[in-house]
T-cell receptor
Framework: GAGVSQTPSNKVTEKGKYVELRCDPI?????LYWYRQSLGQGPEFLIY????????DSGLPNDRFFAVRPEGSVSTLKIQRTERGDSAVYLC??????????FGPGTRLTVL | GQSLEQPSEVTAVEGAIVQINCTYQ??????LSWYQQHDGGAPTFLSY????GLEETGRFSSFLSRSDSYGYLLLQELQMKDSASYFC??????????FGGGTRLMVKP
C-alpha cells in the first residue's frame, strides 16, 4: 500500500516568508508525528497528533510553528516569519501501534 | 535533561559483525527503537525493545538493559547495502521518539 507522502519535496523561501508543509499519512493510522532533522543529526520531535488533536506539542520551538490535522488524516505544518535557522528536513511519520513509526521522505526547507 | 549517546562512525568489512551501542538518559522510558536511514532517504524501523533481553529479526538483533540504560544493535553478515546511518530512539510518554545523533556505518568490500 501507499506509504507516508510529503509535499513539497523541496521548498526554498526567503527569510520572513510563510510556508506550509503537507503530510499524508498511511490510511488508517491514527497517530501522526512531525520531526525535523538537521544535517548529520537525528530527527528532533516537534508535535504529535492522536486523531485530530495535538496530543503533545512540546517540541515546537516557538510560536512561529503551528500544525493542524483537521480531519484526522492529512496534516499541515505551518511556519510563520521563517528564519535561516529553520532550514532543515521536516519529516512526518504515522503509526498504528505506538512503537513503529513509518516516516515519509521529508520536505527539505531552505530559508535564504 | 534527555540525551542518547552512540558512536558517530563505525567501519566494518562485508560479511563481518558489527555492534552499535546506545546509552540513554531520559525523563521517561517505554522502550528503545532502532531506525536505519540511507543518505537522502527516510528513517525506516528496524527493531524495538520494551523489556530486557535480545530481539532477533533476521540479520539484525537488538538488546536492551533497562537497569544500565543501555542497548545495542547487532548487524550480522554485513552487506554493502547496510551502509547507512543508524539511530537509537527512546520511546517516551505519548509515543514520541527522542533520537540519538546517529551512527554512520560504512561497509567496505
Amino acid at each position: 500500500g501507499a506509504g507516508v507522502s510529503q509535499t513539497p519535496s523541496n521548498k526554498v523561501t526567503e527569510k520572513g516568508k510563510y510556508v506550509e508543509l503537507r503530510c499524508d499519512p498511511i490510511s488508517g493510522h491514527t497517530a501522526l508525528y512531525w520531526y525535523r532533522q538537521s544535517l548529520g543529526q537525528g530527527p528532533e520531535f516537534l508535535i504529535y497528533f492522536q486523531g485530530t488533536g495535538a496530543a503533545d506539542d512540546s517540541g515546537l520551538p516557538n510560536d512561529r510553528f503551528f500544525a493542524v490535522r483537521p480531519e484526522g488524516s492529512v496534516s499541515t505544518l505551518k511556519i510563520q516569519r521563517t528564519e535561516r535557522g529553520d532550514s532543515a528536513v521536516y519529516l512526518c511519520a504515522s503509526s498504528l501501534k505506538g512503537h513503529e513509526q513509518f516516516f515519509g521522505p521529508g520536505t527539505r526547507l531552505t530559508v535564504l | 535533561g534527555q540525551s542518547l549517546e552512540q558512536p558517530s562512525e563505525v567501519t566494518a568489512v562485508e560479511g563481518a559483525i558489527v555492534q552499535i551501542n546506545c546509552t540513554y538518559q531520559t525523563s521517561g522510558f517505554y522502550g528503545l527503537s532502532w531506525y536505519q536511514q540511507h543518505d537522502g532517504g527516510a528513517p525506516t524501523f528496524l527493531s524495538y525493545n520494551a523489556l530486557d533481553g535480545l530481539e532477533e529479526t533476521g540479520r539484525f538483533s537488538s538488546f536492551l538493559s533497562r537497569s544500565d540504560s543501555y542497548g545495542y544493535l547487532l548487524l550480522q553478515e554485513l552487506q554493502m547495502k547496510d551502509s547507512a546511518s543508524y539511530f537509537c530512539a527512546v520511546r517516551e510518554a505519548g509515543n514520541m521518539l527522542t533520537f540519538g545523533g546517529g551512527t554512520r556505518l560504512m561497509v567496505k568490500p
